[in-house]
């Protein structure tokens, strides 16, 4: 198995909802990562966790907020957010954060702020 | 800051020709690079890496090259066929604050067949 699968994959939400985005690997990698997609821009990094710990915030407003709640599953759960925050959104995973191994990434989630 | 570029944002080649994709990098700390092909509605794909003691790797159809000296990395894929048409992105992994892979802008590549 080296999928990384994101849910939903779609997800439309106003400005005062309360949503989650759910990523699950089953490689056995320590390393899981959050990265925002705006369209016809690169991935850019939000958070990294390194064994189920937060490791890199990139500076992400508060209103993001990641959990890591076993070494498969990566959660990010969002409130309050703005219509500026409509993005794909990725999920990716790596057998390490230190080390020359790639991240695999899932599908995305098509998050549209209304 | 220093980041991962590209140069060229969109590259047309026919069907069965040879595509050459470019990036220049400025963190000459960074020491390992990734491709990655991204398809539209779907996350980067992972094409083929290579560590900075090395300046040629080669995969099925691609080939990587590094040249630490001018800070620059090419994707060439072989044969080029319309399934390749995508974006294409660079990454380096680099230390600033821990460890982190940093994509550069990207290039579309369009297959004409």
């Known amino acids: 198995d080296t999928e990384v699968t994101q849910t939903p994959k779609h997800l439309v939400m106003g400005m005062t909802n309360k949503k989650s985005l759910k990523c699950e690997q089953h490689m056995g990698h320590r390393a899981m990562y959050w990265y925002k997609q705006k369209a016809k821009k690169p991935p850019e990094l939000m958070f990294v966790?390194?064994?189920?710990?937060?490791?890199i915030n990139e500076s992400v407003p508060s209103r993001f907020s990641p959990e890591c709640p076993n070494s498969s599953l990566l959660n990010l759960h969002l409130h309050a957010l703005q219509p500026e925050d409509s993005a794909l959104y990725l999920c990716a995973s790596s057998q390490g954060q230190v080390g020359n191994t790639e991240a695999f990434f899932g599908q995305g989630t098509r998050l549209t702020v209304v | 800051g220093e980041s991962v570029g590209l140069h060229l944002p969109t590259l047309s080649v026919q069907e069965g020709d040879n595509s050459i994709i470019n990036c220049a990098y400025s963190n000459s700390a960074s020491d390992y690079f990734i491709w990655y092909k991204q398809e539209s509605g779907k996350g980067p794909q992972f094409i083929i890496d290579?560590?900075?003691?090395?300046d040629k790797r080669q995969g099925q159809r691609v080939t990587v090259l590094l040249n630490k000296t001018v800070k620059h990395l090419s994707l060439q894929i072989a044969a080029t066929q319309p399934g390749d048409s995508a974006v294409y992105f660079c990454?380096?992994?680099?230390?600033?604050?821990?460890?982190?892979?940093?994509f550069g802008a990207g290039t579309r590549l369009f297959v004409k067949a």
């Open positions: 966790y390194s064994y189920e710990k937060l490791s």
């Open positions: 290579i560590r900075s003691n090395m």
């Open positions: 990454a380096e992994k680099q230390n600033t604050g821990g460890f982190k892979t940093i």
